[in-house]
Structures are given as structure tokens and as C-alpha cells.
């Protein structure tokens, strides 16, 4: 076997390459692969109790919160036509009151300006509640004859303001009646009047 003869110069080369290759090895960096835990699933925040929320029912008619929010809005909307009374009737229903000679012209077939202007800005508070109903009622002295039939007339052009601004014809009656009841605390009624009452029933 023949002996390799390595001169000095090459083996000095040799022996630099393996000190440059084992810093080479111990200069490299370990990789650590680590699996990351996944966080527990936090458990459902607990629902708070059911409360029953207890309504005013008096002869099937709910003063709910829809009616309440719709006798606010008209009490604002009665303040600039103070001819227009409200109550809440003991049965829980909402009463407006206007005279006819307040409500019509001097025939007495056409609304007038002012009460056109209000009824069509109860339809717009009426409008988004239509669980609400509404009955409009001419009071003309008399159950029957021209005066009776003249009050008709009054409570179906009121209705159909109502009906032309966004109220379900669903939720809209019209009756004539003789004499209006007295308003609390007066002796009188008015003679002629148109009368809106609404309410909430819970049957429909």
C-alpha cells in the first residue's frame, strides 16, 4: 500500500478546515417545536331570571307599554290644539275629546286646518303600535235621522286621515252615538263632538 506524503503546508490547510467545520457545528442553532395548549373554553355566562312583568287588565283592555308610550306622544301633540281633551278611562282605554265646532267648518262637513293637522299626526304616533285599536265616535244629539247620519260622516273622515297616514283599516271602527258622557268634574257634555278611544285589547 502506497503512503500518502502530505507536505507540511497542506496539512496546515487540512487542519483549519476541520477547526472552521466542528465551530461550524457548534455555532448552529437548535429549533425548538413546541404545541402550544389551547385555552380551556370559558363556561356560559349565566342567564339572568325571567321576570314576569305584570300588566294592567281591567275588562280585557292592557294598559301595555304600547299604549302608554301613544297616550305620552299625543299628550305632546295635544299641547299646540288645546281644544283636544284626554283621559284614561276606568277601563283602561284612552279618550280624545273635541268639539265639533272646533274639529268641522261651519257646515259642519269638512275638518278643520287645525284638527286635519292633529289627527294626521296621531296616525304617525299610532302608526308603529298596531296593537293598538282605534274606534272614532260622532256624538250628534240624535241616534238617527240627518244629525245622526251628519256625525257618521264626522267619524269616518276622521278615520280616514288615519287610514291614508299608516293605520291598518284593521284597527279602525266608526259609530255614531246620541250624547256624549260628561267629562269628570263638569256638568255638560259637549252637544256635538268627535271622540276617539283607543285601546289594547288582549282579543282581537
Not at 497542506?10 to 389551547?38: F, I, P, S
Not at 267648518?105 to 304616533?125: H, K, S, V, W
Amino acid at each position: 500500500m502506497r503512503e500518502l506524503n502530505i507536505g507540511p503546508g497542506r496539512r496546515a490547510r487540512c487542519a483549519l478546515v476541520a477547526c472552521l467545520l466542528a465551530l461550524a457545528g457548534c455555532g448552529g442553532k437548535v429549533v425548538r417545536t413546541e404545541t402550544l395548549a389551547r385555552p380551556a373554553a370559558s363556561p356560559p355566562a349565566a342567564q339572568p331570571p325571567l321576570t314576569l312583568t305584570r300588566v294592567n287588565v281591567v275588562d280585557g283592555n292592557a294598559w301595555s307599554d304600547a299604549l302608554a308610550v301613544v297616550t305620552r306622544s299625543l299628550q305632546q301633540a295635544a299641547l299646540s290644539n288645546g281644544d283636544v281633551e284626554l283621559m284614561r278611562t276606568a277601563d283602561n282605554r284612552l279618550r280624545l275629546r273635541i268639539d265639533a265646532a272646533d274639529a268641522l267648518d261651519r257646515r259642519g262637513e269638512r275638518l278643520q286646518p287645525d284638527f286635519q293637522r292633529f289627527a294626521e299626526d296621531m296616525a304617525g304616533i299610532l302608526a308603529p303600535h298596531p296593537s293598538v285599536q282605534v274606534q272614532v265616535i260622532g256624538y250628534s244629539g240624535a241616534t238617527q235621522g240627518a244629525a245622526a247620519r251628519q256625525a257618521l260622516g264626522w267619524a269616518r273622515s276622521s278615520l280616514r286621515v288615519l287610514a291614508t297616514h299608516g293605520v291598518g283599516a284593521e284597527r279602525l271602527t266608526a259609530r255614531v252615538r246620541g250624547t256624549a258622557e260628561p267629562e269628570p268634574g263638569k256638568a255638560m257634555a259637549p252637544g256635538r263632538c268627535i271622540e276617539f278611544v283607543l285601546s289594547d285589547p288582549l282579543v282581537r
